[in-house]
């Protein structure tokens, strides 16, 4: 059981726009910043968005970080079959002292 | 150019031990805090150990604690994780990543090492 909670899968077709929603708590999400990573299949992850909603360099602004009180959203546009992958996000628990991680969220571009 | 490789991992008997390694290229180690994640087979990503740039502190899952110690040697360019007493749902495949300056997000990952603990 995650401390974070995202949809297990989410799915859109090629060019549309897709929100991957992430829940928390004032303890984490509430009061600490966000990270996005995007997982291709069989690699490991890839920082996609730090700080609620900033870009590291390279990544394209089709990606995008939001966040409001205890929930955080990653926004893809123009989806590619290129994107489907898992997204993960993750924060600092301010209770526990730990990194806590979504349990992922599968992307499927139809 | 940053490289992150992890090695050390196998097969082992449950109650074991292993030492997983991640050698670092491209960057000043020495100025980075480091992590090491966990993704079991299947499942999402566990955040295991965080250990600043000194050593200065170290942090811990609570399912690890007391099993786990993650280690650096910066003369090295290298981040350690020594696993004692492994339990088959320590079964996953280890990350290290390289938390980015300034914020706590991981901007480098290696590609990870399997860690398989079974008799």
């Known amino acids: 059981q995650s401390v974070l909670t995202q949809p297990p899968s989410v799915s859109a077709a090629p060019g549309q726009k897709v929100t991957i929603s992430c829940s928390g708590s004032s303890s984490n999400i509430g009061n600490n910043y966000v990270s996005w990573y995007q997982q291709l299949p069989g690699t490991a992850p890839k920082l996609l968005i730090y700080d609620n909603n900033k870009r590291p360099s390279g990544i394209p602004d089709r990606f995008s970080g939001s966040k409001s009180g205890t929930s955080a959203t990653l926004g893809i546009t123009g989806l590619q079959t290129g994107d489907e992958a898992d997204y993960h996000c993750?924060?600092?628990?301010?209770?526990?002292?730990?990194?806590?991680f979504g349990g992922g969220t599968k992307l499927t571009v139809l | 150019e940053v490289h992150l490789v992890e090695s050390g991992g196998g097969l082992v008997q449950p109650g074991g031990s292993l030492r997983l390694s991640c050698a670092a290229s491209?960057?000043?180690?020495?100025?980075?805090?480091m992590n090491w994640v966990r993704q079991a087979p299947g499942k999402g990503l566990e955040w295991v150990s965080y250990?600043?740039?000194?050593?200065?502190?170290?942090y811990y899952a609570d399912s690890v604690k007391g099993r786990f110690t993650i280690s650096r040697d910066n003369a090295k360019n290298s981040l350690y994780l020594q696993m004692n007493s492994l339990r088959a749902e320590d079964t996953a495949v280890y990350y290290c990543?390289?938390?980015?300056?300034?914020?706590?997000?991981?901007?480098?990952w290696g590609q990870g090492t399997l860690v398989t603990v079974s008799s």
């Open positions: 990543g390289r938390v980015m300056s300034g914020y706590l997000s991981f901007d480098y």
């Open positions: 993750g924060t600092w628990d301010s209770s526990l002292s730990a990194v806590v």
């Open positions: 250990i600043t740039s000194s050593s200065s502190n170290i």
């Open positions: 491209g960057f000043t180690f020495s100025s980075y805090s």
